[in-house]
């Protein structure tokens, strides 16, 4: 097995978790390697689309990009902007795994989700794909890929998934990866450790957790 792992520089969240599945397979000796999926078209652009993701949360506009965009997914029928920006680098995607002789394609971010959905429409792709939800809940134009493998962060999150229109055997609730670092840290300096130490995991401290870490932008967790 020689496995790509694709992130995107929108967010440190998708990278995180990305770096800590690659940690994962490295200790466990799995040929593996992570990129961000917009470097394979340019750099700069990368960097912009980061940029972009910043300013947007600084100024309260993601919460009104993630409305559109549920708007806009919601016709079954149709391809959102979204998915036919990122359907134009997908031959350059597809080119890179051939090239390098990737079997598996794990996606940490929507972005590589589109792409290789795209691919697999086209029948061009033969891997296998997976898809790490890194949010807590299904986000707008995600029920518009069509990927092997879904890794959602909680079992409370699979009927919304497939009530969004992802395909409930394809759906698998192991969570969001988290590196060593952090596991074994356990406690209350470590946080996924200290959470699940605690009673009232699922009812409380997730929201509690999850207003503090910096969603507050977006509005509440349970809306």
């Given at each position: 097995m020689k496995l790509?792992?694709?992130s995107?520089?929108?967010g440190?969240?998708?990278n995180?978790?990305?770096k800590a599945?690659?940690e994962?397979l490295?200790?466990?000796?799995?040929a593996?390697e992570m990129?961000d999926t917009l470097s394979?078209v340019?750099?700069?652009?990368?960097?912009?689309?980061s940029?972009?993701?910043l300013?947007?949360?600084?100024?309260?506009?993601?919460?009104?990009?993630?409305?559109?965009?549920e708007?806009?997914?919601?016709?079954?029928?149709?391809q959102?902007?979204?998915?036919?920006?990122?359907?134009l680098?997908?031959?350059?995607?597809?080119?890179y795994i051939v090239?390098?002789?990737?079997?598996?394609?794990v996606c940490?971010h929507?972005?590589p989700?589109?792409?290789l959905t795209a691919?697999?429409r086209?029948?061009?792709?033969d891997?296998?794909?997976?898809?790490?939800?890194?949010?807590?809940?299904?986000?707008?134009f995600t029920r518009?890929?069509?990927?092997?493998?879904?890794?959602?962060?909680?079992?409370h999150?699979?009927?919304e998934?497939?009530?969004?229109?992802l395909?409930?055997e394809?759906?698998?609730?192991?969570?969001?990866?988290?590196?060593r670092?952090?596991?074994?840290?356990?406690?209350e300096s470590g946080?996924?450790?200290?959470?699940?130490?605690?009673s009232?995991?699922?009812?409380e401290v997730?929201p509690r957790?999850?207003r503090?870490?910096?969603?507050r932008?977006f509005?509440?967790?349970?809306?």
């Amino acid at each position: 097995m020689k496995l790509l792992i694709l992130s995107c520089s929108t967010g440190e969240g998708h990278n995180s978790a990305g770096k800590a599945l690659l940690e994962y397979l490295e200790e466990n000796g799995v040929a593996c390697e992570m990129t961000d999926t917009l470097s394979l078209v340019t750099s700069p652009v990368s960097q912009m689309v980061s940029d972009v993701y910043l300013f947007s949360t600084r100024r309260n506009l993601f919460k009104t990009v993630y409305r559109m965009g549920e708007t806009v997914s919601t016709g079954l029928s149709l391809q959102s902007p979204v998915y036919m920006a990122n359907k134009l680098y997908a031959k350059r995607l597809y080119d890179y795994i051939v090239d390098n002789g990737f079997d598996t394609v794990v996606c940490t971010h929507l972005f590589p989700a589109e792409a290789l959905t795209a691919l697999k429409r086209a029948g061009r792709l033969d891997r296998k794909t997976v898809f790490v939800m890194t949010d807590y809940t299904c986000i707008p134009f995600t029920r518009e890929t069509d990927l092997d493998y879904y890794i959602v962060p909680h079992e409370h999150l699979v009927e919304e998934c497939v009530q969004k229109g992802l395909r409930r055997e394809r759906l698998f609730p192991f969570g969001i990866p988290v590196r060593r670092a952090f596991r074994e840290k356990g406690g209350e300096s470590g946080m996924c450790g200290g959470l699940r130490q605690r009673s009232r995991y699922d009812r409380e401290v997730v929201p509690r957790c999850l207003r503090k870490h910096g969603v507050r932008q977006f509005g509440r967790p349970d809306s």
